[in-house]
């Protein structure tokens, strides 16, 4: 017979969980694809320090060589840091990175997967994925999407990527019932770009409304939510210079045949490379921001 496969957490998250101490998941597939050296290891080791200084345990989520893993140790996110080749793992693909013993960086329905086999609640990211817009392929829809249908964890994030079709990406989620939860905010975030006129479901505005309102819909048998919480104004790229870019890059990327779990890695990186590394800092100051933002609600709930 075969064994199950639970998750392993380190000591730390394991201790905060048995004492009902709050704990947010972060995410891995930030450090192995979706940021460059040095900066990767730099954001990783601020985000958790950032949900340490707001009152929570961080548990940075990956396949470890085989073994799911809520937790990484400071080595383990350094190696993460410099490995080359590592595996990009959604819900579809953590069975396959255990039983052929990889490792393996985890995207948002990864991470959301793992974190609610080890009971954590929270989960902090930079943004969800979603449905690419053309050039894409129509079908080219994030697992995100459904893993948030399914899953009852809570998603900080800054919105969806500006990268996407944010008005069908909506429309996906409120089709299965996923609430977008503005955190001050009445319209939906777009990452690193001013905000929509796009609006979410329900307005809040403090960690204990969210976390109220998040309780509320799991306990009527919802599945998980978004917290949706923009970046600052200041830090935002002017929308027309950022619209300009992403075209140029998603051409690049249909003339070069690329698709699927390596579109949006590729779309950053030539949106980093056109706009001189803006949007890098962007996507630190706001993952930094969620990371804040989901120890405060972990703490409420």
């Known amino acids: 017979m075969l064994t199950p496969v639970r998750p392993k957490l380190s000591m730390e998250v394991a201790a905060a969980l048995a004492d009902r101490r709050p704990?947010?998941?972060?995410?891995?597939?930030?450090?192995?694809?979706?940021?460059?050296?040095?900066?990767?290891?730099?954001?990783?080791?601020?985000?958790?320090?950032?949900?340490?200084?707001?009152g929570a345990v961080p548990a940075t989520v990956a396949v470890w060589q085989g073994v799911p893993t809520v937790g990484l140790t400071d080595e383990q996110l350094a190696e993460l840091a410099h490995a080359e080749g590592v595996t990009k793992a959604s819900r579809r693909d953590l069975g396959a990175a255990v039983a052929l013993g990889q490792t393996a960086?985890?995207?948002?329905?990864?991470?959301?997967?793992?974190?609610?086999?080890?009971?954590?609640?929270?989960?902090?990211?930079?943004g969800i994925g979603g449905a690419h817009r053309p050039p894409a392929d129509s079908w080219d829809i994030s697992a995100d999407l459904l893993e948030l249908a399914r899953t009852p964890v809570l998603v900080v994030s800054?919105?969806?990527?500006?990268?996407?079709?944010?008005?069908?990406?909506?429309?996906?989620?409120?089709?299965?019932?996923?609430?977008?939860?503005?955190?001050?905010t009445d319209v939906f975030p777009q990452f690193y770009s001013p905000r929509s006129?796009?609006?979410?479901?329900?307005?809040?505005?403090?960690?204990?409304?969210?976390?109220?309102?998040?309780a509320a819909?799991?306990?009527?048998?919802?599945?998980?939510?978004?917290?949706?919480?923009?970046?600052?104004?200041?830090?935002?790229?002017?929308?027309?210079e950022l619209a300009e870019a992403t075209r140029t890059a998603e051409a690049e990327a249909a003339r070069a045949g690329v698709s699927g779990a390596k579109l949006t890695p590729f779309l950053l990186k030539r949106l980093a490379e056109w706009t001189g590394g803006r949007t890098l800092t962007a996507n630190r100051?706001?993952?930094?921001?969620?990371?804040?933002?989901?120890?405060?609600v972990a703490g409420c709930l």
């Open 217 to 240: 819909h799991v306990s009527l048998g919802g599945g998980g939510a978004i917290l949706a919480n923009p970046l600052p104004d200041a830090d935002c790229l002017p929308a027309e």
């Open 285 to 296: 100051i706001l993952v930094l921001s969620n990371a804040k933002l989901a120890a405060e």
């Open 197 to 214: 006129d796009l609006p979410v479901s329900v307005r809040v505005d403090s960690a204990t409304v969210a976390a109220e309102v998040f």
């Open 23 to 54: 704990v947010v998941a972060l995410e891995s597939t930030i450090i192995a694809h979706g940021l460059p050296r040095p900066v990767n290891l730099e954001v990783a080791r601020e985000a958790e320090a950032v949900v340490r200084r707001a």
């Open 105 to 126: 960086a985890t995207t948002v329905s990864g991470t959301m997967a793992l974190a609610h086999l080890a009971g954590v609640r929270v989960f902090a990211t930079g």
């Open 158 to 184: 800054a919105g969806a990527k500006s990268i996407l079709d944010l008005p069908r990406t909506l429309e996906i989620l409120e089709t299965h019932g996923v609430p977008v939860i503005g955190y001050r």
